[in-house]
């Protein structure tokens, strides 16, 4: 969701064609804030994950109209239109027909929870018709959540650009710079996922397609936020941008996307990670033929590169710096599995393992069930596997990584990590 929400912050500052309709400007500034679009965007993902992944279109239905009249209750200055802002207090609300682009503002939810495109799209209709059931309102939320889909699962840009005119019809053919020229301050469907659409396909990293939407003037919270959450989906979100967005939003939002990327997580980490545990395997089956275990070793370290380059993240014990846990958690209720928001004066680092020769290693662990086989750190969380590789080759004090140190272990020496990072850089160039 940083994606749709950083979008909406960023051009909240030049709505209404208060910006010179150009790419070079302050990407934060004093009037950098949420708006109604970012109220919307959490409103929907609360909703998504009370009804469940598995919850009928009607259940989806009821959930939204629940939280979306709740945090438009609590946040009733954000920005509505007015007929929103009706339905928000209404006790009988019903859908009035919209186009509006309100409907694919808030849907980037949808984006990432499921497992096909049907689904996909079937939730996002569900939320755009609680009030937007006019059918381009209903096209635009679809739009939306389709290429958040297609864009987190590899496809490339003409796959999308393709899929997209072939399912929607929207015609994105003008460049950035003609629709600049005839842009009004336009709020439907209709005008806004077109400029959208052509602002992620000229992107060239998350950055740069919010940019390439604001510079279009009018709308620019809204274009900035259906851009920015596309763009999510193919470049991610960098980690200072992220933490900007933290800093400018309420604690009860913060708390919305914390509970959203832990559900995520325990969705999609095993499902990332089949294909590393495979070719884990594979080479353990093989230790005593040397050409086949040489053959499954470089197998397995391109499929590490590979994960690193989708993002995968794996279950990483971290030791709590500065002993803030034991202070704020009781242990004997603590059980395994339990979840709970680290407070933000907790410091992590990841816990270092000593081998028999003692030196240190990073421990990769390819599944949470792998980290209970030993001693581990007092917290356990899910960090990124590009992130271990490069903590392990920037730190001089390490060797580099251990796949499973628990056993049967694998250690990756640090010069095989610098090849390993290079592959993977290769990857990310090429798509």
Known sequence: MYGAILGDIIGSAFEFDRGEKTKEFPL?????????????????????????????????????????????????????????????????PHPYKSYGNGSAMRVSAAGWLYDTIERTREVARATAAVTHNHPEGIKGAECTAAVIFLARNGATDEDIAEYVKEEFGY???????????????????????????????????????????????????????????????????????????????????RKVIDRFDDLLERIYSNEKNEALIYAYNILLQNQENEELRLKAHMNLLGELARQMNRGAMLPTPMVDVNNVLPKILDPEKLKEGDMFTLPEDVRLRV???????????????????????????????????????????????????????????LPIPKHVLEILWKSMEEGEKNG
Not at 29 to 56: F, K, P, Q
Not at 213 to 220: I, K, P, Q, W
Not at 234 to 242: A, N, S
Request: glycine content about 8%; proline content about 4%; aromatic content about 8%.
């Open 28 to 92: 934060f500034c004093e009037e950098s804030t949420w708006t109604d679009d970012t109220v919307m965007t959490i409103a929907v993902a609360e909703a998504l994950m009370a009804a469940g992944r598995d919850a009928t279109v009607e259940e989806i239905k009821a959930a939204c109209v629940k939280s979306m009249q709740k945090w438009g209750r609590k946040y009733p200055y954000a920005g509505y239109g007015g007929r929103f802002i009706n339905w928000v207090h209404s006790d009988d």
């Open 171 to 253: 015609d994105f053919s003008e460049t950035l710079a003609k629709m600049r020229e005839r842009h009004a301050h336009v709020e439907t469907c209709m005008d806004s996922l077109p400029k959208a659409m052509r602002a992620f396909l000229d992107g060239t990293s998350y950055e740069d397609v919010v940019r390439n939407a604001v510079s279009l003037g009018g709308d620019t919270d809204t274009l900035g936020a259906i851009a920015g959450a596309m763009a999510e989906g193919y470049f991610g979100v960098p980690e200072d941008l992220k933490k900007e967005c933290r800093e400018r939003l309420p604690k009860d939002m």
């Open 351 to 409: 816990d270092e393992m000593e081998d028999a020769e003692g030196k240190h290693w990073y421990p990769l662990f390819l599944s949470r069930e792998e980290t209970q086989k030993g001693r581990t750190a007092n917290v356990v969380v899910p960090v990124l596997i590009r992130d271990i590789v490069r903590m392990a080759i920037d730190n001089p004090k390490v060797e580099g990584i251990v796949i499973n140190p628990f056993g049967p272990a």
